[in-house]
């Protein structure tokens, strides 16, 4: 069981639609994060939010815009994707920012379509 | 680029076999840390390092931080099907604050 929780689990999209991603944590952590897994490669990281401030943004196309309206929770907003863009979306968070000795705790993910 | 490399990308093992993966930087790491992730799954926190020469056990795993802080190892004795996933370092670099997943190591463990 995961102490973060992201809906949807599943979300299959049209390139022209809008749709936003959710995240929701309840263990006090300060710092959360979007991630991006296509298949049999490793989490790349899109977004840091350390103390409800964005700190760290992995140069992402503008069609994704994040949002983190207060500590507990993280959207990810979607709007005029591309077929590259499916893939896993993947909501973690730690205690403090990453790399400050803190583990980080992932989400189940989103599982992302484009048609 | 990918900052930090992990060999092999894929191992197949018998059961009660042992297994290694290992993580390489070119840079020196702040730290590193391990995750497992299962088929299907999202990837799970195992162990942090942090210190030079670091070695830290879990039961069948072993994990170890090189000298340099450059590159690390995770071993497991005996692997049990339950083993199966994907093992990913993930490192801070000295040279800033960005966060890196490792390549992969993609463990099958054969009954």
């Known amino acids: 069981d995961t102490e973060v929780t992201q809906t949807p689990k599943h979300l299959v999209m049209g390139m022209t639609n809008k749709k936003s991603l959710k995240c929701e944590q309840h263990m006090g952590h300060r710092a959360m994060y979007w991630y991006k897994q296509k298949a049999k490669k490793p989490p790349e990281l899109m977004f840091v939010?350390?103390?409800?401030?964005?700190?760290i943004n992995e140069s992402v196309p503008s069609r994704f815009s994040p949002e983190c309206p207060n500590s507990s929770l993280l959207n990810l907003h979607l709007h005029a994707l591309q077929p590259e863009d499916s893939a896993l979306y993947l909501c973690?968070?730690?205690?403090?920012?990453?790399?400050?000795?803190?583990?980080?705790?992932f989400g189940d993910g989103t599982r992302l379509s484009i048609l | 680029g990918q900052q930090v490399m992990q060999i092999p990308q894929y191992q197949h093992v018998q059961e009660g076999e042992d297994f290694t993966t290992y993580c390489n930087s070119s840079?020196?790491?702040?730290?590193i840390q391990w995750y497992k992730q299962r088929p299907g799954g999202h990837p799970v926190f195992l162990i942090q390092l942090v210190k030079s020469g670091e070695v830290k056990k879990q039961k069948r795993l072993t994990f170890q931080f090189g000298e340099a802080k450059k590159n690390s190892s995770l071993h497991i004795t005996a692997t049990q099907t339950t083993d199966v996933g994907t093992y990913f370092c993930a490192a801070t670099l000295n040279t800033g604050n960005q966060f890196y997943f490792g390549t992969g190591t993609s463990l099958t463990v054969i009954p």
């Open positions: 973690a968070s730690s205690r403090t920012r990453a790399g400050a000795d803190q583990p980080q705790h």
């Open positions: 939010y350390s103390y409800e401030k964005l700190s």
């Open positions: 840079t020196t790491l702040s730290n």
